[in-house]
C-alpha cells in the first residue's frame, strides 16, 4: 500500500479531458513538500513530467498540468491523445519515513 | 546531454551476490544526487535510496534499508546498487535517475537493468 494513494486507472476518449489525482497525508504532501509526475510508456523508463506540482520540463506539451492543494495534488491532461496512453506516477517525501522519498502506486491511463 | 546509462541485463541464483551499474556523463556527477527506484514485475515505482557522490551521504527507503548497498566512485562517474545475498523477491527492474535537489525529482533516468533472480 503506497503512502500516497492514486486511482489505478482511468480512461477518456481522444481530445477529452482526464485528471489524475495523488493523495496524500500531513506528513508528506501537506507538511509542505512539491509533488512531482512521472509518465512511463510502456517498456520504458519513467520520464520527468511536471516537477515543483505545476512546472513543465522543456518539451513536454501544455496539455499536462499539475497542481496541489492540502494533502492532495492533480495531473491534469487535455486533448487526449493516444500517444498519453501510459502509467503516470506522482512523487514526494515523507517525514514520517525519515523523509525519504515516495511514490503513488500509479495511475494507468487508457485512451479509449 | 545529461545521460544515465545502466549496465545489461543479469540473470542470477538465490544467495548470489551482485552489483549493478549506472555510469554518468554530462554534468559533474558530484553535485547531483543520484536515487535508485525498483519496479517489481506489473508493479509500480518504489524509491529504494539516494546516494550524494561528493561526500558519499547515503539514504535508504525503510524497506530497503539493511537490504541493498548504494555506493559511487567519483573516479569514474557511476554509482552502484549491489547485493550481499539475492532473493528471487529481488527480480525487478531497477532504475537509476539524477535527482536535482533536496526533497526534489529525478531527472533524467537511466534505461533500467532487469535482475532476474531464479533456481
Known amino acids: 500500500q503506497s503512502v500516497l494513494t492514486q486511482p489505478p486507472s482511468v480512461s477518456g476518449a481522444p481530445g477529452q479531458r482526464v485528471t489524475i489525482s495523488c493523495t496524500g497525508s500531513s506528513s508528506n504532501i501537506g507538511a509542505g513538500y512539491d509533488v512531482h509526475w512521472y509518465q512511463q510508456l510502456p517498456g520504458t523508463a519513467p520520464k520527468l513530467l511536471i516537477y515543483?506540482?505545476?512546472n513543465r520540463p522543456s518539451g513536454v506539451p501544455d496539455r499536462f498540468s499539475g497542481s496541489k492543494s492540502d494533502t492532495s495534488a492533480s495531473l491534469a491532461i487535455t486533448g487526449l491523445q493516444a500517444e498519453d496512453e501510459a502509467d503516470y506516477y506522482c512523487?514526494?517525501?515523507?517525514?514520517?519515513?525519515?523523509?525519504?522519498?515516495?511514490f503513488g502506486g500509479g495511475t494507468k491511463l487508457t485512451v479509449l | 546531454e545529461v545521460q544515465l546509462v545502466q549496465s545489461g541485463a543479469e540473470v542470477k541464483k538465490p544467495g548470489e551476490s551482485l552489483k549493478i551499474s549506472c555510469e554518468t556523463s554530462g554534468y559533474t556527477f558530484t553535485n547531483y544526487w543520484i536515487g535508485w527506484v525498483r519496479q517489481m514485475p506489473g508493479k509500480g515505482l518504489e524509491w529504494m535510496g539516494i546516494i550524494y557522490p561528493g561526500d558519499s551521504d547515503t539514504r535508504y527507503g525503510p524497506s530497503f534499508q539493511g537490504q541493498v548497498t548504494i555506493s559511487a566512485d567519483k573516479s569514474i562517474s557511476t554509482a552502484y546498487l549491489q547485493w550481499s545475498s539475492l532473493k528471487a523477491s529481488d527480480t525487478a527492474m531497477y532504475y537509476c535517475?539524477?535527482?536535482?535537489?533536496?526533497?526534489?525529482?529525478?531527472?533524467?533516468w537511466g534505461q533500467g537493468t532487469l535482475v532476474t533472480v531464479s533456481s
Open positions: 535517475a539524477r535527482r536535482t535537489g533536496s526533497a526534489s525529482w529525478f531527472d533524467p
Open positions: 512523487q514526494s517525501y515523507d517525514t514520517s519515513l525519515s523523509e525519504s522519498g515516495v
Open positions: 515543483g506540482n505545476s
